[in-house]
């Protein structure tokens, strides 16, 4: 959901590691003073050496980087330099980009190795690196190369699992056993782990870390997300929109809901269009996103820990600093204790760069919920658009169906929703006006 800036920055970050790039008039003095049976460093081969001598072609898209399940795309520019397609950024080198992007991934990461890390279209750029030393200088030592690709090939490992195996494990009905979930510790390998998996949160201390930021979350944002989610038997998702101020507080405001099924991929870009025009109106960023487990308690599976990596990325890939990503998980769910729901905010963090195709760690967020004063007219117009929204919809809840022995689907949602609702009357009448309109659809 980001926009490319209007002025993209040059980033020489990471520049230092693996060549440094050389001015146009140096560049030529070089040429003029080696001819083609002087020996050229590995650090004189740079892009504009191969676009001058026709190795590689300036395009847009041509260049992309995978690494630890993330993928990323570039444009070769006419001098040599590398645009981001995410940001608009532009780079002086293969290891400034690789860097950057590497350390949105894993902040620990000290390096990017670049030339092995980069690719045009689909081959690595040490290649041709390699390609043209054998065509200009046939004599100069292999390992001026070789190395960089080793290093890099020992850091990739086995790529992450490709759609089509994970696919092979998504069985029908695999989702619809009792989940038990597991210790992170105890995980497999990804092409032996079912993607259903549902994962327990670590402490931030359990794995010698501090929460990096703190959440407050308007008790608006519970009810309306509670109230998504108690609508339907199917998953559903939103996206959450609030502040962040560098001074390390996230502050959630708004929740948006998605009103669209998950398989339907034709009206989603036009959903997610909405909400940013929505989250623009409002000055409000996106900070985050939740989803329902109707299934099962409310714990990550391993899908949700990929999906939680990716949307950290997008947002820490949005702009020059840090912003966080947080994720909801809020069931609508039998096993669950009582009538009142359990949400929980969680956030991942990057395997240990030794073991880079683990799944990320999945961590619990300390989160202090503010209690407003009243119902706003947005969140009151997006309950009534989703009661709309679902009315004929086949799974939506039998609300006059049992929860329990002695408890209705509605005396259950309104028992939890009743968590999150201003205490005054009117608005309690305000609520029952829209419980009215589920009743109605029955």
């Keep these: 959901m980001s926009e490319r800036p209007c002025s993209p920055q040059v980033v020489e970050d990471g520049a230092e590691e693996d060549e440094e790039e050389l001015s146009g008039g140096d560049e030529a003095d070089l040429r003029s003073s080696m001819g083609r049976g002087s020996l050229l460093t590995r650090r004189g081969i740079t892009l504009r050496v191969l676009l001058k001598d026709g190795l590689v072609e300036p395009g847009e898209g041509v260049l992309t980087i995978h690494y630890l399940g993330k993928n990323f795309s570039g444009d070769l520019l006419t001098d040599g330099k590398i ?15 690789a860097t950057h992007c590497k350390r949105l991934v894993n902040p620990a990461k000290k390096s990017g190795c670049g030339w092995a890390s980069v690719r045009y279209r689909g081959q690595k750029l040490v290649q041709y690196k390699t390609t043209w030393l054998h065509k200009y200088q046939p004599s100069a030592d292999m390992s001026l190369v070789s190395e960089e690709e080793d290093d890099e090939d020992e850091e990739e490992g086995k790529t992450a699992v490709q759609t089509d195996d ?3 494990n998504n069985k029908p009905g695999v989702h619809d056993r009792e989940r038990i979930p597991v210790r992170y510790c105890t995980l497999g390998t990804r092409d032996a782990t079912d993607p259903h998996t549902l994962v327990e949160l670590s402490a931030f201390s359990a794995i010698n870390r501090f929460q990096p930021f703190n959440v407050a979350v308007s008790s608006n944002v519970l009810l309306l997300m509670d109230f998504h989610c108690h609508l339907t038997t199917s998953e559903v998702v939103g996206y959450l ?5 560098t001074n390390t507080q996230l502050t959630v405001l708004r929740a948006f809901p998605c009103r669209t099924r998950l398989a339907d991929k034709e009206s989603a870009s036009a959903v997610e269009e ?17 989803h329902s487990h109707p ?8 899908q949700d820990i990929d999906s939680q990596m990716d949307h950290q990325l997008r947002l820490q890939g949005s ?38 195709n683990d799944y990320g760690i999945p961590v619990a967020v300390e989160v202090t919920y503010v209690q407003d004063n009243f119902l706003t007219s947005d969140v009151l117009n997006e309950m009534m658009l989703l009661v709309d929204y679902y009315r004929a919809a086949p799974d939506l809840v039998q609300f006059n169906q049992f929860w329990c ?36 659809n029955q």
């Design 83 to 97: 645009r981001w397609v995410e940001t608009g950024q532009t780079f002086n080198s293969p290891s400034a980009w």
């Design 166 to 168: 994970k696919n092979k």
């Design 241 to 245: 929109g609030g502040r962040w101020d």
């Design 274 to 290: 909405e909400i940013c025009q929505n989250l623009f109106m409002r000055g409000l960023s996106l900070v985050g996103w939740y």
């Design 295 to 302: 299934r099962g308690p409310a714990l990550p599976s391993l």
């Design 319 to 356: 702009n020059n600093g840090f912003q966080p990503c947080l994720g909801i998980i809020c069931p609508y769910y039998h096993g669950n204790q009582g009538v009142a729901s359990t949400i929980t905010p969680f956030w991942v963090v990057p395997p240990p760069e030794q073991r880079p």
């Design 405 to 440: 022995p002695d408890t209705t689907m509605m005396d259950k949602i309104k028992g939890s929703l009743s968590c999150h609702a201003p205490k005054d009357q009117a608005y309690s009448q305000i609520l029952e006006h829209v419980y009215s309109q589920l009743n109605h």
